[in-house]
C-alpha cells in the first residue's frame, strides 16, 4: 500500500473510533469528514460500514493485547485474574460504545473470532490457578474463560445503559469474575 493510502486508511480508522464513540450512529459521510477525505476515499478502503467497524474493532483489540501483555500474571494466579480483569475491564470500558456499535453490526461469532488470543490469556491463567488449586475446577476453564469474556462485556453494556455506575465498576466487576472463578466470595 502506497504511503498516501496507509495514512488516510489510519486517518479514516482513528475518525471512525472517534465519530462511533462520540455517536453510534454516525455515517461514513461523517467519518470521511472527521478523517479529512471523501466518501470515495472511505469506500475505496472499506467496502460498508460494517467492514469499517469490523476493522476498527481489529485495530482496538490489537492495540489492547498489546496493553494487556505486560500484565504480570506470575505469582498468585487469583492476585493476577484480579490484576488482569482490572486492567481488562479499563479496556472494555473505554471502548463500550465502540463494543456497542460492533454489537449492532457484527455477529457474535464474528466479534469472538478476534478474541482468540486475549480469551487464550485468561484460559491458560484459569487452568494454572485450577492446578495450583486456587481456582474452582467443577467448571472447566474454557467455559469460565467464556463467562470472563461475557461478565466484561456485560458489564459494559450495563454501563452504558446506566445500570452500573461508573465508580463501582472496577470492583463490582473484578468481584464477580473473582468469585465465579474462585467459587469464593470476597
Known amino acids: 500500500m502506497r504511503s498516501d493510502a496507509v495514512r488516510n486508511r489510519d486517518a479514516i480508522l482513528d475518525a471512525a473510533l472517534e465519530r462511533l464513540t ?26 460498508s460500514r460494517e467492514q469499517l467497524i469490523e476493522a476498527v ?51 457474535n461469532d464474528r466479534i469472538l473470532a478476534h478474541h482468540v488470543e486475549p480469551m487464550a490469556r485468561v484460559q491458560s491463567l484459569i487452568e494454572r490457578g485450577q492446578r495450583a488449586g486456587a481456582m474452582r475446577r467443577d467448571l472447566s476453564a474454557e467455559w469460565l474463560t467464556t463467562c470472563f469474556h461475557a461478565l466484561l462485556h456485560s458489564a459494559a453494556g450495563e454501563l452504558r445503559a446506566g445500570s452500573l455506575a461508573e465508580a463501582d465498576a472496577d470492583r463490582v466487576v473484578a468481584a464477580t469474575v473473582v468469585s465465579l472463578v474462585t467459587g469464593r466470595m470476597s
Not at 462520540?22 to 467496502?47: K, N
Not at 496493553?67 to 486492567?87: H, S
Open 22 to 47: 462520540a455517536d453510534p450512529g454516525a455515517s461514513m459521510g461523517d467519518i470521511a469528514t472527521a478523517a479529512g477525505v471523501g466518501r470515495v476515499t472511505v469506500y475505496g478502503h472499506f467496502s
Open 57 to 107: 474493532l481489529i485495530r482496538t483489540i490489537e492495540r489492547s493485547e498489546a496493553e494487556l501483555a505486560g500484565i504480570d500474571l506470575d505469582g498468585d494466579p487469583v492476585a493476577a485474574l484480579d490484576r488482569l480483569v482490572r486492567r481488562s475491564w479499563r479496556i472494555v470500558d473505554r471502548f463500550h460504545r465502540l463494543l456497542g456499535v460492533a454489537e449492532e453490526s457484527l455477529s
